[in-house]
């Protein structure tokens, strides 16, 4: 961990990777350094904006070691994944013309690039003819 000055009421702190941001940020949410008003966190970085007169520079930095040492790097911020559909219906009158445009890009791709082996086309795999 490593901690950066920016500007004179700001700190970036530096660290491992996204879990060990994130553990601090939830760390320092759930235990408030006084003095510090915002918390902005990156993939790597946290930048930490404070009060110079609530809090001394070296007394952030220990005080962000602590709760950094104490933190959960192994809890997830992810939500559960789920799939969304999304219906979508076109009736434009240049839908024939797009239709059109895009089986001649088609056509010419597949000209233009050689077959893999053991590749095969089919229609149905196309995602444009499921509709």
């Known amino acids: 961990m490593r901690f950066l000055p920016a500007g004179d009421a700001a700190l970036l702190v530096e660290l491992a990777d996204l879990a060990h941001t ?12 006084a003095g510090v008003h915002e918390l902005i966190p990156a993939a790597r ?6 009060h110079p007169h609530a809090i ?14 104490g933190a959960d ?15 979508v ?10 239709a059109r445009l895009m089986a001649s890009r088609r056509r010419k791709s597949s000209r233009a ?4 082996p053991g590749r095969r086309r089919s229609r149905a795999s196309h995602p444009a003819s499921s509709t």
Request: hydrophobic fraction near 50%; proline fraction near 8%.
């Open 22 to 33: 994130l553990a601090l940020y939830r760390a320092v949410q759930a235990r408030p350094v």
């Open 45 to 50: 970085t946290l930048l930490v904006h404070y």
């Open 56 to 69: 001394a520079r070296a007394a952030l930095v220990a005080a962000l070691r602590e709760r950094a040492d």
């Open 73 to 87: 790097v192994g809890q997830s911020d992810a939500a559960p994944a789920r799939v969304v559909h999304i219906p």
């Open 89 to 98: 219906h076109y009736r434009g009158e240049d839908l024939a013309d797009v």
């Open 113 to 116: 690039t050689p077959p893999c």
